[in-house]
C-alpha cells in the first residue's frame, strides 16, 4: 500500500535556528513527490516537485532534497512567517490519476 | 499558476441537508480534483473531474453521497448529500498546473460543520 510518514509532527524553532522536515515514502514507483505549506484556514500552497534521487530543488529559505525512500525538506535560517503546516504528497505510477497521498504534515512554529 | 476559488469559503448545515461547493479556475484545464481534509487527518482524493465524463471516484466515496459536475474547463461543483456530523472537513478543489500534469494547485477550500 502506498504510504507517507512525514516527522516529526510538530517542530518548535527559534527565529535562525535551521532544522530539517522528514517525508518517508513507500510506493510501488515514484512519479512525482510534492511539498506544500498550509497556513491555518487556508488551501495548500505549492512549494516543490521532485522526480527522481538526487534531486534538489530551492526556494528562499527553503531546500528540498529527495532519496529513494524519503525527502527531506531542509529550512535554513528560519524567520516567524516561516511557521506553517508543512505537507508532503507523493503521485504513485500506476495509481490513479492525479491521486495524490499526502502524510499528516509538520505544523513549524519559529519564535523571534 | 493557476488562480482558483472556491464557493462557499464556510458554511454550518444540519443533519441531513446538502450542500454544493463550487470550484472556479481563472484558465481552461483538463482536470480538477476534490479532497477532502477531515481534522487531523491527510487530505484524500474523493474523485477526479473531467470535462465531458462522468466523475471517477477513489475507493470509499460514491457518486449518491458526493455527486460531481463539470459543465465546462473552468468549473466544477461538488455536492455533500445527506450530511451527518462525520461529513465536518475541509473540502478543497485542486487543479493539474505544469506541463508534466503532476503537480497540483488548491483552492482556499470549504469548511463544513455539520451539526
Known amino acids: 500500500e502506498d504510504q507517507v510518514t512525514q516527522s516529526p509532527e510538530a517542530l518548535r524553532l527559534q527565529e535562525g535556528e535551521s532544522s530539517s522536515l522528514n517525508c518517508s515514502y513507500t510506493?510501488?514507483?515514484?512519479?512525482?513527490l510534492f511539498w506544500y505549506r498550509q497556513d491555518p484556514g487556508k488551501g495548500p500552497e505549492f512549494l516543490f516537485t521532485?522526480?527522481?534521487a538526487g534531486e534538489e530543488k530551492e526556494k528562499e529559505r527553503l531546500k528540498a532534497t529527495l532519496t529513494k525512500k524519503e525527502s527531506f525538506l531542509h529550512i535554513t535560517a528560519p524567520k516567524p512567517e516561516d511557521s506553517a503546516t508543512y505537507l508532503c504528497a507523493v503521485q504513485a505510477i500506476g495509481g490513479s490519476q492525479g491521486n495524490l497521498i499526502f502524510g499528516k504534515g509538520t505544523k513549524l512554529s519559529v519564535k523571534p | 499558476s493557476a488562480v482558483i476559488s472556491q464557493k462557499p469559503s464556510r458554511d454550518i448545515c444540519q443533519r441531513g441537508t446538502s450542500l454544493t461547493i463550487q470550484c472556479q479556475v481563472d484558465s481552461q484545464v483538463t482536470m480538477m480534483f476534490w479532497y477532502r481534509q477531515q481534522p487531523g487527518q491527510s487530505l484524500t482524493l474523493i474523485a477526479t473531474a473531467n470535462q465531458g465524463s462522468e466523475a471517477t471516484y477513489e475507493s470509499g466515496f460514491v457518486i449518491d453521497k458526493f455527486p460531481i459536475s463539470r459543465p465546462n474547463l473552468t468549473f466544477s461543483t461538488l455536492t455533500v448529500s445527506n450530511m451527518s456530523p462525520e461529513d465536518s472537513s475541509i473540502y478543497l478543489c485542486?487543479?493539474?498546473?505544469?506541463?508534466?500534469?503532476?503537480?497540483?494547485?488548491f483552492g482556499p477550500g470549504t469548511r463544513l460543520l455539520v451539526l
Open positions: 521532485l522526480y527522481s
Open positions: 510506493v510501488s514507483g515514484l512519479r512525482g
Open positions: 485542486s487543479v493539474e498546473g505544469d506541463r508534466r500534469g503532476e503537480t497540483q494547485y
